[in-house]
């Protein structure tokens, strides 16, 4: 009895097949990749934006009152940064004041702290160099990628957007009464829509 074999044609179509099959199980597994890398990235992002916020909650929290400050500024906010003082309590040690400093530049969310004091006029200087951003020490990269930043505070019942360089506890300032709570919105670049997380003032 005769044996028949593939023929040139047959073989040529099977190829063809394996190809096209082969062609969309790689795209299939190239889109996974891609999908699980962007997943990836999107988790380190928001774990790094959480941790910036637990830093923030933990620093605010110790905002140190105006009585402490003898009627000062204690708090300075807007788009660019936020300036505030707040207590550090050492082990076994008295209470002192430490001046901190969140503020966006380049993409990068950065954290610098001061020195500590219980000298109100060298807080004074310590305030003032943080304000006008010409504080030599280091400071420390928390989130990057962050387009934008957003602060609105809590006042008299209603958010207010503060203007460029307002406080509180002066004589310029824009509120009334002092501030109660702190909302900050991070814009992620590439990100379709902004974290914001609420933050108490203090022991408010």
């Known amino acids: 009895m005769k044996q028949r074999g593939f023929t040139l044609i047959e073989l040529l179509v099977a190829i063809t097949v394996l190809a096209i099959v082969a062609v969309l199980g790689w795209r299939g597994l190239d889109s996974i990749l891609r999908s699980r890398t962007s ?29 402490d400050l003898a009627q000062r500024k204690n708090l300075q906010a807007d788009n660019q940064r936020l300036v505030f003082v707040r207590t550090q309590s050492p082990d076994h040690g008295p209470t002192q004041l430490v001046v901190v400093s969140y503020r966006l530049r380049d993409g990068v969310l950065t954290r610098r702290e001061s020195a500590a004091t219980r000298d109100l006029a060298q807080l004074d200087v310590l305030w003032q160099v943080a304000t006008a951003d010409s504080d030599p020490g280091p400071s420390v990269a928390l989130q990057a990628g962050v387009s934008s930043m957003n602060v609105r505070l809590w006042v008299n019942g209603a958010w207010v957007a503060p203007s460029n360089g307002s406080s509180t506890g002066s004589t310029g300032s824009t509120t009334n009464a ?17 974290m914001v997380k609420v933050l108490l003032l203090g022991d408010a």
């Open 39 to 67: 997943l990836t990235q999107q988790m380190e992002h928001t774990r790094g934006i959480q941790l910036s916020f637990a830093q923030m909650q933990n620093d605010l929290e110790q905002l140190a009152s105006r009585d």
């Open 178 to 194: 002092d501030p109660t709570g702190l909302e900050m919105s991070l814009q992620l670049t590439n990100e379709p829509n902004p």
